[in-house]
């Protein structure tokens, strides 16, 4: 009864939007070995307002046992409508830092984002929504076991190493995750804005590129 009662509390709440207090699920918390697991787990996922404005949750994709993994912050709108990964602009210009600047297929890594429903608007993720969230995002790289994450600006590096320092002060410099290699970079959305960004990132891509010993030719 009291299950039913706050799963009805819930589902009204939900349509209040982000002004009123609401009694959430729990997030989630379970690692898994399997990403078919973790996206089983996800199902329908309500546990949080976005569940009501997204058209379409957006996983990940890539390759299951990938060496090098991508998280970004949040669906935009190309990928709501079509429920894929960076498909949008900055997702093309991530395929190309992936494919013309390393040398791999995007078919090679894997890429998910903190978020897995888009905020209205583009907004930044709110730190509700990313505590709901960020439980999948951490059993996909359980899953994966990546030997390096390129963690994609200031939303992705922060909530996943729990650091709060600016992004300008974190790209370029290896951190660590449960013992995988973290590079932070500036995210493709803000590259395509400040477009003189473009050289930081590709320092940072090499960086990446020399530690799992991908040859480049420059
Ligand atoms: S953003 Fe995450 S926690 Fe919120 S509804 Fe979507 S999948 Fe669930």
Redesign the pocket.
């Known amino acids: 009864m009291k299950d039913l009662l706050l799963q009805v509390i819930r589902e009204e709440a939900s349509w209040a939007g982000r002004y009123l207090i609401l009694p959430h699920g729990e997030p989630?918390r379970e690692e898994s070995n399997d990403l078919d697991g973790v996206l089983g787990a996800?199902g329908d996922?309500?546990?949080?307002p976005?569940?009501r404005t997204?058209k379409n949750?957006v996983f990940g994709e890539g390759n299951a046992r990938a060496s090098l993994m991508f998280i970004g912050e949040a669906p935009g709108a190309s990928e709501d409508e079509t429920g894929r990964v960076f498909v949008g602009p900055a997702g093309k210009l991530l395929t190309s830092i992936i494919e013309n600047g390393m040398g791999l297929k995007r078919s090679e890594v894997y890429i998910a984002n903190i978020?897995?429903?888009r905020p209205p608007g583009n907004r930044d993720p709110l730190p509700e929504?990313v505590e709901?969230?960020i439980g999948?995002l951490e059993s996909q790289i359980a899953a994966v076991q990546p030997r390096v994450i390129v963690t994609l600006g200031r939303t992705a590096t922060q909530n996943l190493l729990d650091i709060k320092t600016p992004i300008s002060k974190l790209r370029g410099i290896f951190r660590e995750y449960k013992g995988i290699a973290v590079m932070p970079t500036y995210h493709p959305s803000y590259l395509l804005q400040n477009p003189s960004k473009k050289r930081d990132v590709w320092n940072d891509i090499k960086k990446v590129m020399d530690f799992l010993q991908i040859p480049r030719s420059e």
């Open positions: 989630f996800m996922c309500k546990l949080c976005l569940c997204r949750l978020l897995k429903c929504e709901h969230c999948f």
